[in-house]
């Protein structure tokens, strides 16, 4: 399980700083990305953090806007979010891939959280 958090309701052009607690094997074995999805939408992939090196991943709606970020001691993955817009609502995920993982391969990652809800007004 990765529960995540930090989710509520912002205006537009404001910020939120999601987090997700993995476990301690799973922060540092797995690479861990982040998905939303929207009411009447599918699932779309927003960022990916590999567990060796750290390199990151943005899906194109949030490149330039978010950030996705790690601290292993704390076993938790983050995620901040500037200049949000309305269409950012979502239910956010985080989710486990094994080293590797094919960005946006939603079927590939095999740990999901309960996810946390993020709503932004206009």
């Known amino acids: 399980q990765l529960p995540a958090s930090g989710g509520g309701s912002v205006r537009a052009g404001g910020s939120l700083r999601l987090s997700c607690a993995a476990s301690g094997r799973t922060s540092r074995t797995y690479d861990i990305g982040w998905f939303r999805q929207a009411p009447g939408k599918e699932r779309e992939f927003v960022a990916l953090?590999?567990?060796?090196?750290?390199?990151?991943y943005y899906g194109e709606a949030v490149k330039g806007r978010f950030a996705i970020s790690r601290d292993v001691p704390k076993a938790t993955v983050y995620l901040q979010m500037n200049s949000l817009k309305p269409e950012d609502t979502a239910v956010y995920y985080c989710?486990?891939?094994?080293?590797?993982?094919?960005?946006?391969?939603?079927?590939?990652?095999?740990?999901w959280g309960q996810g946390t809800l993020v709503t932004v007004s206009s």
């Open positions: 989710a486990a891939g094994l080293p590797g993982v094919r960005i946006g391969a939603i079927s590939e990652y095999d740990s």
């Open positions: 953090i590999r567990w060796s090196g750290g390199s990151t």
